[in-house]
């Protein structure tokens, strides 16, 4: 702020004053003192006349308890004091999610995405599609997972070179630059146990030595030179439903919501097809990039040169207009009696449509409403726990024997003299089902051309519940 | 669920000191002996004197001769840098490594150089040289690099120096640097603005760039610098709109809203006069959106300009794109520029987003909600998606309440309101709050369910939770006011909860009530006047005001009961604390009470408190936000952001269409075989969609047009517009070309690679047996049978036509009369038919020839073959072989342009042969029989691989010269090797 490049400073500072959103008395800010003691006059723009347009000005991240512990700025530095306004729409929010996406400040737009209980807070200065920058920080926590396993603030601290080294390549001057996973795997190698001991010693990198020649290639989602002594494709065709089931039992709406991941460890340059028996099931797909959609369009096959390990060929979604198979149904009896500070709750759940398969994994969770004070319940099978803060009911089950129907049943004590509430909980539900996909889709086959060895192939069908919701 | 939450970030916190201290420790213990020594004392000191001795510690370690202490001191310097720490005292220290050999050191003291250099100009200039040096390096890698730095380093004095790197690495030979002097272009511009004109430049030639590299950077740099600069982007209009599905995924976001900003202003629109919301025809083009269809009802008035076209369909495939950036711009570009009833197809991929994160979905549901405003058609069949869950965050169920509601229509309305009923039970009270006000609106807009919705509500009203009570008076009194006739019941209830009711807000709905329609309610209200009168003190101001209200209502219409009463608030009124109460008391003791003062308006206060009151609008809160183009930051807000650029509306007239044109310019033949170009920009999408309708045998790839060859940029300047389509992996250009050459040949088949027009000659074919096929059956033909055969001459009529030459016999007893081709399709095969045959007789024959152009595509031409009573519909249906062209090259011509080969386009058919007869001579007999092509003159074996013993290798090359239209021809040269050796072990 105190060195002005141009001499123009009266008028252009005029300007950045207009050009900014009306929305809070300018004159506010004069006085406006951050939280970190630093004057709220030190981060305006340097006030070049038109406002750069960087797409992407800074990245801060914020952990849950409201400490910015990393920050990285791809141009001029914005203070952190900018966060200011990002915490008081925090505090405003009851929930971590209720925080909106899209912040307007005097001179900066917020633009956060919340994943693993981080705020990924991105600043912008001027018009870009919104969608185009929470697309962005969602790709950089994918990456972040992607090397570090987990993306929480701890590996974040651990790796901050690594962090800092990916953050550079993946944009440029706020624009984004590589974000592919193979490129960046090129660019920077992934740390690992081994190779920080290794690194350690011997004091080498973790900065790939070679040039990303990938991102020249016709294939840059593929890095070139991969080669594997056992060479391995699988794929998972993993199918979610979404469903709200209504108190009688019927379906609201439900609709499938399936992927294809693959893990691909292939030497070379493998050209993939892969062939449904029904592809028409597919209502809407969207493709990896490797994906040639001209092939799909005409012959509904996929066909495709894969990125190297893992990664998502497909996601589809088959429309609610479809009759879905729902695979459990839940018998439940949840009572407050007026005047009383017991209520009845009663759950049992059992296999539906499920195609002779069994139902794993279940997990029944309820959010009990706030007058509930504790519950005395009994689980039949699993264990059930209660958290008489969140009022949060979870009931681990496991796998549902159909001979032996699981249930939880008991009573729930009320807080003495409150009114009986006027919802019943809707009951969430998460469930596994190996080896079926719940649309019926199948895999006919895969068939690699380009090379001449025989890869390893492997498909797996998994149903899981997404959102999945009983109302009561 | 507070608490909790609190409850874990504490754990958090504690678990995060203690990596911190683990983290301390790693530090130390990685150290030097001699520097752990300092670490550990340093630890014992103050915070300010640790921050300071840190720093001395890291210059010493910066100053040392190891290499792996500066990398370790660097790793710290940027965890301070991290962390918002000030490390600017190190400049001098860390820039000292800028020329440093260990890549990672590099790459972390340019972190540290963009951060500080505008703090630190005199000594960033330091550092300038060595990028200056590197600029000139041979590898493009680090160019490029070195450009990016150079041009992060926010220091005005190297303006000069930082536009004539930009200048140079423009029209460099390598794209990746093409494309990285388009970022540099932007940052030069937003340190020094007077630049401008000398960007443009820059901009107007990178523009012309026809790799898809460089496209989106380019476009961000001209949405920066110049958005206006329209000019410049009609010349490359086609061009960008072809490359645009090859392009990196962040660039089609900015290419297409670029475009989408110049439709508007250069074509006409789409939308029909008058009829813009047909609903009906809608959804009777919902269910088939066949474009045929819509191309024949576009007809009648309004032709579109082919270039709109153009843009509609090349974006479409892109709703399928994973980045949901890409599907939401591919979405408002056909919000804003497509015909009406095209808009639907954009629908489902709009609902698939909202699968994806809570951030996109909130984005996605703002411009749903915006959209279904308009076009309830578009949504209504996904209303399902709509439904709220409860593990939905606020905002989220909020905005798809906006969106049912807007969906709402008499058909719908019972599905929707049983939904809502759900929604007002909810735990959530801020929502089930929002879902009283949509029943509202439910209930203006739609009126055979007003009644149905009012009773809902006054049930609502014996609810136990007050906002849900307060906001349900709040939506009665609203609806009310738009029928008062027949509910004077409702405001009596109303009135009788008015004891229990606490929110001021629906307090003060109640006494509005009250006074607006007292003539209902003569007893009651003047008893509830008086009751307000005895708790007036202790009320919010809000209802304050309303009481004074509802009293000088009374007054007027009920003095008799009520003067009393109206005095004693009025008085009250008068020494509130608040000066709004006392203003307006002041107010209505003038306007109400005659006194001698009082002027004129007395006279009228009984129309000037009693004035029948329009009733309120329910309207979405996304009315208005179609101003703002979809998609933005400030449709978002609602409001705009800095840098929004206008939708420009349709002009009334088109302005000039052929300033898109792009001349062609004739082959240049033969001149320079050796010159090879950059991909065509259209000729690539073209030739893409042939290729991937290749059938079963060929396995095709819609591969990225690539433009990585290096000895490409003359040609890229020159009109001469060639591309390069190959197959199989990019060569390391390191390897031996007998290396990369054994890639070509996988199990002996034959792998033939499409490629771009090179100026071959193309040879005489080596002639290999002709195959004749059956064309037309004389039972099928009533008489009348056809056969052909490819000839493997250049076709006569035009050069990218395949010659068939077609034998027609007459098998039956009687002459065939006007034999001719009849329809064909797809209508657009480009077919150069014989000449009528008046007469056939009987038994004879006659050998006619045909030239087809199959737009290298295996595709069968379909064509009918006709006589004067009959048509028979025939298809010709060519083996990939007969599609090329043989062509003279020497050997090394030949390895040379197989080095080139990068593309993914393989086409591959199998020959077997028996091992016995597999001299050289009989290998190339086989393959001659199947593809049309030319030998490679060659005797050296000493090319052939190490790996694979000496032996008769047999090279074959074909190129074909085919076209793909008669503007614009672009013959490929697909280049046929076949290894003799490894084709006999594989038989």
Redesign the interface.
Known sequence: MLMF?SDSLITSFVYSMS?????KPVTSYWFRLSQNGQNELLCFPSP????????IHSLFLI???GD??????W???VS?SVCDYFFEAQERA?????V???I?TPHH?L?????H?IYFVAV?????????V?????RVVDTFQDYFGVCT??AI??N??V???LL?EML??G???A?ESNILKELIKPPTILRTMVN?IT?S???G?Q???G??????WRR??VKYTNNEAYFDVVEEI?A?IDKSGST??A?I?GVIDACVKLT??P?L?LSFMNPRLL???????CV????W??ERIL?F?PPDGNF?LL?Y?V???NLVAIPVYVKHNITFREGSSQGRFDLTLGPKQTMGKAVEAVLVSS?L??GVLNANLNASQGTYTF?P????LTWDVGKINPQKLPSLKGSMNLQAGA?K???NP?I?IQLKIQQMAISGLKVNRLDM????YKPFKGIKYMTKAG?F?V?T | MDVGFCLRSEAAGAMRTALMSAENLQLTLKAEPSQEERALTHTKRGPEETHKAGNEDLKEMLESNKESLKLEAMKRVVGLIAKGKNASELFPAVVKNVASKNIELKKLVYVYLVRYAEEQQDLALLSISTFQRALKEPNQFIRASALRVLSSIRVPIIVPIMMLAIKEAAADMSPYVRKTSAHAIQKLYSLDPDQKEQLIEVIEKLLKDKSTLVAGSVVVAFEEVCPDRIDLIHKNYRKLCNLLVDVEEWGQVVIISMLTRYARTQFTSPWKEGASFEENNEKAFYASDSEEKSERTEAEAYVMDPDHRLLLRNTKPLLQSRNTAVVMSVAQLYWHLAPRHEVNLVTKSLVRLLRSHREVQYIVLQNIATMSIQRKGMFEPYMKSFYVRSTDATHIKTLKLEILTNLANEANISTILREFQTYVKSQDKAFAAATIQAIGRCATNISEVTDTCLNGLVLLLSNRDETVVAESVVVIKKLLQTQPTQHSEIIKHMAKLFDNITVSMARASILWLMGEYCDRVPKIAPDVLRKMAKSFTAEEDIVKLQTVNLAAKLYLTNSKQTKLLTQYILNLGKYDQSYDIRDRTRFIRQLIVPNEKSGALNKYARRILLAPKPAPVLESAFKDRDRYQLGTLSHSLNSKASGYQELSDWPAVAPDQSVRNVEVVEPVRARSSQRFSLSGPASSSESEEQSSEESDKTSSDSGKSSSGSEETSSGSDSQQKKKKKTKKAPQKKSKTAAASRCYLFLRGKMVADVYSRASFQVTAPSFGPVKTYELLHHMTGKGLSAKYHFPRQPCLHQPGMVAVQVTLSNGSDRSLEEIHVGDRSPASLNIHCFNTIERLEPEASVTVSMGIDFSDSTQAANFQLCTKEDGFSVSIQPAVGELLMPSSLSEQDFSREQGKLLGMNETSATVAMATANASSQAVKQRVLSVANVGEVPSGAPSISRRDVPPGPLVMKTLSSVLTTGSCRPSPRAPFIRDDGKRSRAET
């Open positions: 490049p050009a900014l959103p009306p929305f070049a006349s038109p406002p750069p347009a960087a797409m952990n849950a308890s910015i512990f990393l920050e990285k700025h141009k001029s530095v952190r009851s929930e971590p999610e209720n909106p996406p899209v307007p737009y633009i956060s995405v919340l994943r209980r912008i200065q001027s018009e870009v599609p919104p969608l185009f929470i697309e962005f920080l969602h603030e701890a601290k651990d901050v070179v962090v800092y080294e550079e440029d001057n624009f984004p630059l974000t350690t004091g990198t973790n900065v030595e040039l990303p020649t991102q020249l290639s016709v294939v840059p070139t030179g979404d709200i609201i709406t609709e919501q070379g340059m050209d097809t209502d809407d797909v969207s493709f990896h990039p040639r959609f001209k092939r369009e005409a066909s040169i998502r996601s979604h429309s609610s207009q959010q409403p706030r958290d803060v969140t009022k949060m009114s509430p006027d919802e809707t969430n051309y380009g090379e001449k959102k919701q109302r």
